[in-house]
């Protein structure tokens, strides 16, 4: 059954919207703190994670990453700047596209996004089910 835009949700769909959000805010929290121990910043962190895991090659460009972090793309050139300011990525131009930007893991980058990626994905084997998104069954009601 379709659930209609207009219609309020039941104390049940809130619940689980809550429940969902909490869970997302915990991981968050966690991933926070955990990259600012390391001494970067979430968004630095989110920025390697993507390089790393871009499906298919060790790289990714300026705008793929835009997409990957939800932002505009001057907004991955400044995070992309701090980045390398550390070491932790380098730019290269793009082979196929000249006008493109790649962006590659140094070797210091690529030690630091496995050490930091370990933690992360041992932290979500550690909440066993914990952090579930909700299906259709539960997030909707049959009305």
Known sequence: MEIEI???????EFETLSDFRYQ??????F????????????????LLLH?????NREWATVSEL????QTQHHGVVALASRCEKLGLIYRKRGIVDRREVEI?????????VKKIARLHRNELLGLNGVFKVPGRKEFIQSK
């Open 104 to 112: 590659h893991l140094t070797d210091d980058g690529n030690k630091l």
């Open 51 to 55: 390089v790393k895991g871009y499906r």
């Open 31 to 46: 991933s926070e703190d955990l990259t600012h121990e390391f001494g970067i910043t979430n968004l630095q962190y989110l």
């Open 6 to 12: 207009n219609e309020i949700p039941t104390k049940k």
């Open 66 to 69: 835009a997409e990957r972090l």
């Open 24 to 29: 997302l805010r915990c991981f968050i929290r």
